[in-house]
């Protein structure tokens, strides 16, 4: 039984089956401690939530059984994720699957549902965790060589690899719809199907799962580290359609956008800076977002122009918004809760979006993007939208996480710090 936390790590406890009835029923008994694990699985202090002031009591976990999925490189095993209450039996508002339902809860409010689906870029390499870790991750090697961008003979030297992965998320119940080298030494990307936004966020948890056991048992290594070396970041692009009574509302007959989708894209143009903190959570983030990497630094958006922030797909009721900002370290929950409040946002103000743009975005005049975690972790603290989205109890909770891995940044030296300044300062 586990549960995201806040950095989309699965936490939770080994169950034999014969006890699979009983936590059904009435769930497990859990320390609460994954409110506000970080990246590192270590408890952030001073958090509200939970921690020493509280004891670290226990919490109940209560399986979503509609999530049972078994582990196939596990035989015997499955997991099911689950929700986290409180010792009263409350559901906990700042849990990573709250905070997606309630936003999914606002979009139904209006008469609209939406779906979703997050492309995750990784790196393979040939070196396994272990050896990673004795050299403090600094001596790697990639799957090979060159890049496998849209290279099928590239791309299927790692086939070994792959065709395992594409085997066990078959076991997992969870379908490949296609897969492709992408343009760094190692690094893949596989597209699963869309789903609502509570499921795609749930399948993208499994699937790094799936990803790192794969590699694990393989005697390799993945990351999703949004920017692990200077070769070109991994990012976790997110697919939007917006329903109602089950048509797309966001593509107008004529092949332009609708009222609906005019004002739902203004909100996420519009409103990207003051999410990008979820979007881009931990300091690393943001070596990735720079001009000319494919990843966007500015709030601009175009008709399937891969240099914006939002790249408008497809006409009329195919139409789909392609949302590229964040990157592949991002918690899937978190990211599709600010997609979802940012468009929200966009059509109860009755926003217009700007004009698109049709050449090189990283040459527009159009607002920048937060340029760091500092910046980021500021624009959100200092947000109305994200404070009425989230309600102040769940903003001040999501702020305390971001300035405890901010102010963990600031404190690290790093090699490049030893680089550039150990003789020459």
Same mark, same amino acid.
């Given at each position: 039984?586990?549960?995201?936390?806040?950095?989309?790590?699965?936490?939770?406890?080994?169950?034999?089956?014969?006890?699979?009835?009983?936590?059904?029923?009435?769930?497990?008994?859990?320390?609460?401690?994954?409110?506000?694990?970080?990246?590192?699985?270590?408890?952030?202090?001073?958090?509200?939530?939970?921690?020493?002031?509280?004891?670290?009591?226990?919490?109940?976990?209560?399986?979503?059984?509609?999530?049972?999925?078994?582990?196939?490189?596990?035989?015997?095993?499955? /997991? !099911?994720?689950?929700?986290? $209450?409180?010792?009263?039996?409350?559901?906990?508002?700042? %849990?990573? #699957? =709250?905070?997606?339902? *309630?936003?999914?809860?606002?979009?139904?409010?209006?008469?609209?549902?939406?779906? /979703? !689906?997050?492309?995750?870029? $990784?790196?393979?390499?040939?070196?396994?965790?272990?050896? %990673?870790? #004795? =050299?403090?991750?600094? *001596?790697?090697?990639?799957?090979?060589?060159?890049?496998?961008?849209?290279?099928?003979?590239?791309?299927?030297?790692?086939?070994?690899?792959?065709?395992?992965?594409?085997?066990?998320?078959?076991?997992?119940?969870?379908?490949?719809?296609?897969?492709?080298?992408?343009?760094?030494?190692?690094?893949?990307?596989?597209?699963?199907?869309?789903?609502?936004?509570?499921?795609?966020?749930?399948?993208?948890?499994?699937?790094?799962?799936?990803?790192?056991?794969?590699?694990?048992?393989?005697?390799?290594?993945?990351?999703?580290?949004?920017?692990?070396?200077?070769?070109?970041?991994?990012?976790?692009?997110?697919?939007?359609?917006?329903?109602?009574?089950?048509?797309?509302?966001?593509?107008?007959?004529?092949?332009?956008?609708?009222?609906?989708?005019?004002?739902?894209?203004?909100?996420?143009?519009?409103?990207?800076?003051?999410?990008?903190?979820?979007?881009?959570?931990?300091?690393?983030?943001?070596?990735?977002?720079?001009?000319?990497?494919?990843?966007?630094?500015?709030?601009?958006?175009?008709?399937?122009?891969?240099?914006?922030?939002?790249?408008?797909?497809?006409?009329?009721?195919?139409?789909?918004?392609?949302?590229?900002?964040?990157?592949?370290?991002?918690?899937?929950?978190?990211?599709?809760?600010?997609?979802?409040?940012?468009?929200?946002?966009?059509?109860?103000?009755?926003?217009?979006?700007?004009?698109?743009?049709?050449?090189?975005?990283?040459?527009?005049?159009?607002?920048?993007?937060?340029?760091?975690?500092?910046?980021?972790?500021?624009?959100?603290?200092?947000?109305?939208?994200?404070?009425?989205?989230?309600?102040?109890?769940?903003?001040?909770?999501?702020?305390?996480?971001?300035?405890?891995?901010?102010?963990?940044?600031?404190?690290?030296?790093?090699?490049?710090?030893?680089?550039?300044?150990?003789?020459?300062?």
């Amino acid at each position: 039984m586990a549960v995201p936390n806040y950095a989309g790590r699965l936490i939770g406890k080994r169950l034999p089956v014969a006890r699979w009835p009983s936590v059904v029923e009435s769930g497990m008994a859990m320390p609460d401690f994954h409110l506000v694990s970080a990246v590192d699985n270590f408890p952030v202090p001073n958090m509200e939530v939970t921690g020493l002031h509280t004891g670290f009591r226990n919490g109940v976990l209560r399986p979503d059984v509609a999530t049972l999925t078994p582990l196939p490189w596990e035989p015997g095993t499955a /997991v !099911v994720l689950c929700d986290t $209450f409180d010792s009263a039996g409350e559901p906990v508002d700042e %849990a990573p #699957r =709250s905070i997606l339902r *309630r936003q999914v809860e606002c979009l139904a409010e209006r008469g609209l549902e939406a779906t /979703v !689906v997050s492309e995750l870029e $990784f790196y393979l390499f040939r070196t396994s965790y272990e050896k %990673a870790h #004795r =050299s403090a991750y600094s *001596r790697v090697e990639p799957s090979y060589h060159r890049h496998p961008d849209n290279d099928i003979l590239i791309a299927g030297y790692d086939e070994p690899f792959l065709e395992a992965l594409r085997e066990n998320l078959a076991g997992m119940g969870i379908p490949v719809w296609a897969s492709q080298g992408e343009g760094g030494q190692g690094q893949h990307e596989l597209n699963l199907r869309h789903s609502n936004p509570l499921g795609a966020a749930d399948a993208h948890v499994l699937y790094k799962l799936a990803v790192k056991a794969t590699a694990q048992s393989l005697n390799r290594s993945v990351t999703f580290m949004a920017k692990p070396s200077s070769d070109v970041g991994s990012g976790c692009h997110i697919h939007l359609s917006v329903l109602g009574d089950g048509c797309n509302v966001l593509g107008a007959p004529d092949g332009s956008l609708s009222h609906t989708g005019e004002r739902f894209l203004a909100g996420l143009v519009g409103f990207a800076g003051d999410f990008t903190a979820l979007h881009a959570p931990y300091a690393n983030s943001y070596r990735r977002l720079r001009p000319g990497s494919w990843a966007p630094v500015n709030a601009t958006w175009g008709l399937d122009n891969r240099t914006c922030l939002v790249r408008v797909v497809g006409r009329g009721r195919d139409l789909r918004f392609e949302f590229r900002l964040p990157g592949a370290d991002v918690n899937p929950y978190l990211a599709s809760a600010a997609l979802l409040a940012s468009g929200l946002a966009g059509l109860d103000g009755e926003l217009g979006p700007p004009p698109p743009v049709a050449g090189n975005a990283y040459e527009s005049d159009a607002p920048g993007l937060p340029a760091d975690l500092t910046e980021a972790v500021q624009r959100f603290g200092d947000s109305e939208a994200a404070r009425t989205a989230f309600g102040p109890r769940v903003h001040a909770h999501l702020l305390g996480m971001l300035r405890n891995e901010r102010d963990e940044a600031r404190a690290a030296v790093t090699d490049w710090d030893l680089q550039r300044g150990f003789e020459n300062a």
